[in-house]
């Protein structure tokens, strides 16, 4: 999966932006969760997605 030459600024522009946001939208949650239900559930709920996306990456394959 190659990104064309004129394109590849745009894609790591996106990228960047993503991974901005899922730290800003991720410790925007944690931190609501954890002043709503304490920090255990933040720890739960981390084991959970670790689990399914260890899941997926085993069922999907990981080609590096």
Same mark, same amino acid.
């Given at each position: 999966?190659?990104? /064309?030459?004129?394109? $590849?600024? @745009?894609a790591f522009g #996106?990228?960047?932006?993503? $991974?901005?946001?899922?730290? *800003? *939208?991720? +410790? %925007?949650?944690?931190?609501?969760?954890? @002043?709503?239900?304490? #920090?255990? /559930?933040? *720890?739960?709920? +981390?084991?959970?997605? *670790?689990?399914?996306?260890?899941? #997926?990456?085993? #069922? %999907?394959? $990981?080609?590096?």
């Open positions: 999966h190659h990104v /064309p030459t004129e394109q $590849r600024g @745009s #996106l990228i960047g932006s993503a $991974r901005a946001s899922g730290w *800003f *939208f991720g +410790s %925007l949650g944690g931190g609501f969760v954890a @002043s709503m239900l304490g #920090l255990q /559930p933040i *720890f739960l709920i +981390s084991a959970a997605f *670790f689990v399914v996306i260890a899941g #997926l990456l085993a #069922l %999907l394959g $990981r080609k590096a």
